[in-house]
């Protein structure tokens, strides 16, 4: 079974760039059955999906965030990675890494337990 | 694609039946997955493809519909099924969305 863990400063500065790495177990990074996926939730709130990436490098992004947004795979780590810049408070939130299935439902099957990213100066 | 679920919260006992609603801005054909959520922990698939239990989880939980709206049923609410519920569309058009979320409350 896939097992997600998240890992990353839990505090940024306004306007710095939010970098977090999500480590997988249990199964390949470079498996045909997963998108690689970040999703973020802001407290209290709203589940809020943030992009993915497919074994092969290419990442989809949440159009609202496109132009600040960057996932990325290391398959020698069996990592991806999320960077976010200019980040302001509204970008505080729990952010979460899962498995987005390869099939067309494309269903978050497997999630890791979530970090907390704090903006603040 | 905008997605609304309703309620937004609900009070409920133990036995009951229970049904959340969600509702797609267009068709979005089958592609609707529910999650359940606990406080403090990541968001647990119950069923996707509108109307597919995800393995592992209780018969209690099912899930319909097509197009533009859909359902989940909880056919005898347990207590460990206290929870927020959100549904979420994959169809092609991205971001895949999620509803706002749906609290069951004791």
């Known amino acids: 079974q896939v097992q997600l863990q998240e890992s990353g400063p839990g505090l940024v500065k306004p306007s710095q760039t939010l970098s977090l790495t999500c480590t997988v177990s249990?199964?390949?990074?470079?498996?045909?059955?997963?998108?690689w996926t970040w999703i973020r939730q802001h407290p209290g709130m709203d589940l809020e999906w943030v992009g993915y990436i497919y074994k092969t490098g290419s990442a989809y992004y949440n159009p609202s965030l496109k132009s600040r947004v960057t996932i990325s795979i290391d398959t020698s780590k069996n990592q991806f990675s999320l960077k976010l810049s200019s980040v302001t408070a509204a970008d505080t939130a729990v952010y979460y890494c899962a498995t987005a299935a390869g099939t067309g439902d494309r269903r978050l099957s497997y999630w890791g337990q979530g970090t907390l990213a704090t903006v603040s100066a | 694609i905008q997605m609304t679920q309703s309620p937004s919260s609900l009070s409920a006992s133990v036995g009951d039946r229970v049904t959340i609603t969600c509702r797609a801005s267009?068709?979005?054909?089958?592609?609707l997955n529910w999650y359940q959520q606990k406080p403090g922990k990541a968001p647990n698939l119950l069923v996707y493809?509108?109307?597919t239990l995800e393995s592992g989880v209780p018969l209690r939980f099912s899930g319909s519909g097509s197009g533009t709206d859909f359902t989940l049923t909880i056919s005898s609410l347990q207590p460990e099924d206290f929870a927020t519920y959100y549904c979420?569309?994959?169809?092609?058009?991205?971001?895949?969305?999620f509803g706002g979320g749906t609290k069951v409350e004791i």
């Open positions: 249990g199964g390949s990074i470079s498996s045909d059955d997963y998108y």
């Open positions: 493809a509108a109307s």
């Open positions: 267009q068709s979005i054909a089958i592609y």
């Open positions: 979420q569309q994959t169809y092609s058009n991205l971001p895949f969305t």
